[in-house]
């Protein structure tokens, strides 16, 4: 079992930055590709990026394309999503995902993640 937990949201300008990170509290996700999805209210989760089990292979949602960055730390046991030129449409609940399944390459789908955080808010004003 992966316990998941998310930290660095919080309430930014438009134009502003803020980097998220996923730690897990219990057990490892060093072997697992890693997403992060973000639901905005009234509207289902989305995708919005993701990094292969070492971090050499990631992809990205088209609205955050050359604006987001994932990476991760596997020593850690760690991934970022760093935000650049935030815009209030970015304004949503932030949740990290572990695959549960060894080395995999990452996916936008959602049904691919078994373990998942509990969300942290980023309000992005205008």
């Known amino acids: 079992q992966v316990q998941l937990v998310e930290s660095g949201g919080g309430l930014v300008q438009a134009g502003g930055s803020l980097t998220l990170s996923c730690a897990a509290s219990?057990?490892?996700?060093?072997?697992?590709?890693m997403g992060w999805f973000r639901q905005a209210p009234g509207k289902e989760r989305d995708f919005v990026a993701t990094?292969?089990?070492?971090?050499?292979?990631?992809s990205y949602a088209n609205s955050v394309k050359g604006r987001f960055t994932i990476s991760r730390d596997n020593a850690k046991n760690t991934v970022y999503l760093q935000m650049n030129s935030l815009k209030p449409e970015d304004t949503a609940v932030y949740y990290c995902?572990?695959?549960?399944?060894?080395?995999?390459?990452?996916?936008?789908?959602?049904?691919?993640?078994?373990?998942w955080g509990q969300g942290t808010q980023v309000t992005v004003s205008s």
């Open positions: 990094i292969s089990w070492r971090g050499g292979r990631t």
């Open positions: 995902a572990a695959d549960g399944a060894d080395y995999g390459l990452g996916s936008p789908l959602q049904s691919r993640y078994r373990y």
């Open positions: 219990r057990g490892t996700f060093s072997t697992y590709a």
